[in-house]
């Protein structure tokens, strides 16, 4: 049986385009400077928060530098 994604919301976002694999590897460089002690509730905040700053309010991507 297939595992779920590690971040599930940044697979989401994306297989629908939104995000490109740039983006991934700044979220995941995000992620794994959160402590280890934080829960796994909170972790999918800041997962959602981080993957929202990629991209504007209209769905546009921001160019990375």
Known sequence: EPLAPV???TAAAQ?????????????RDAMDRIPGWVDTVTR???????????????GKHIQLN
Not at 15 to 24: K, L, R
Not at 44 to 58: C, D, F, L, N, R
């Open 7 to 9: 971040l599930a919301a």
């Open 15 to 27: 297989g629908a385009g939104q995000i490109n694999s740039e983006h991934v590897d700044k979220i």
């Open 44 to 58: 999918e905040q800041i997962e959602e928060a981080v993957k929202t700053s990629m991209y504007g309010p209209h």
